[in-house]
């Protein structure tokens, strides 16, 4: 584990949703995480990943039983909940709506309450955090894709959430900036989870990876292990080796494994 102070844990049991009646996507998923913990969720598309992750807040609903710590996540904790989990969508545009960045970070602190000094300080704050320092009066559809990303995540940092749950965090994004925003997630003071179909930056930046297959958690393990299982990697179309060897029968050597 990373060993991060502050964090809740979650707990899922027995979730069972589809968009569809009798068509289900999430088949009685079940799985815990704990309080500080990098949790990474790996699958292809479609395998259910983001439905999981709007179950934590309480934006789905299905079947089973989901809790944020001690807390039961239902119409009567919506509100509760979601002030400790943050949802940092695949895409910035989905959180970024005001005129400026700093309108937007400022969004969440004013509508829990918080004077404008301290909505402020807290925007100045987690925007020297994500490297958007100076950024308040930047209008956020004028950024690059990794600026607005970075932005997105201030907009949930700013609600000092307990669980911060990222949809695809690295889609899109050129090396560098997938470097740049594993060390963010690293140095993040509360529980992560991230969902993604891109392994090789989960791998390197998870404590512990799920791989979810047809609508159930397929296996659970460290980095290493889930590496190691070719079969489990292939049929989730994940394996990096076997693109690696497809180039090969093709004459292209890409290098060592």
């Known amino acids: 584990m990373s060993g991060t102070s502050r964090g809740a844990a979650v707990g899922i049991e027995d979730l069972v949703f589809g968009y569809e009646k009798d068509r289900p996507i999430l088949r009685g998923l079940s799985l815990e995480i704990e309080a500080g913990e990098r949790f990474g969720i790996l699958g292809p598309s479609g395998a259910g990943k983001s439905t999981l992750l709007l179950h934590l807040n309480g934006l789905l609903r299905g079947e089973g039983r989901v809790r944020i710590g001690d807390e039961p996540v239902g119409p009567a904790t919506l509100a509760s909940v979601r002030r400790r989990v943050g949802l940092v969508f695949e895409d910035p545009d989905d959180q970024l709506f005001t005129p400026t960045i700093g309108e937007d970070v400022a969004f969440g602190p004013l509508n829990l309450g918080l004077g404008r000094e301290e909505a402020g300080r807290r925007v100045r704050d987690v925007l020297e955090r994500v490297g958007l320092a100076g950024f308040e009066r930047r209008n956020p559809h004028r950024l690059s894709l990794g600026e607005r990303k970075r932005a997105a995540l201030a907009t949930v940092l700013s609600m000092a959430p307990e669980v911060v749950a990222f949809d695809e965090p690295f889609s899109n994004l050129h090396p560098a900036l997938v470097e740049r925003l594993m060390g963010l ?45 070719r079969a489990l990697l292939s049929a989730a179309g994940l394996d990096i080796r076997s693109t690696l060897e497809a180039a090969r029968r093709r004459g292209v050597d890409l290098g060592p494994e």
């Open 185 to 229: 997630i690293a140095g993040l003071d509360a529980t992560v989870i991230l969902v993604s179909q891109q392994i090789l930056p989960a791998l390197a930046v998870c404590d512990r990876i799920a791989v979810l297959l047809d609508g159930r958690i397929a296996r659970t393990g460290t980095p290493a292990e889930i590496a190691a299982d």
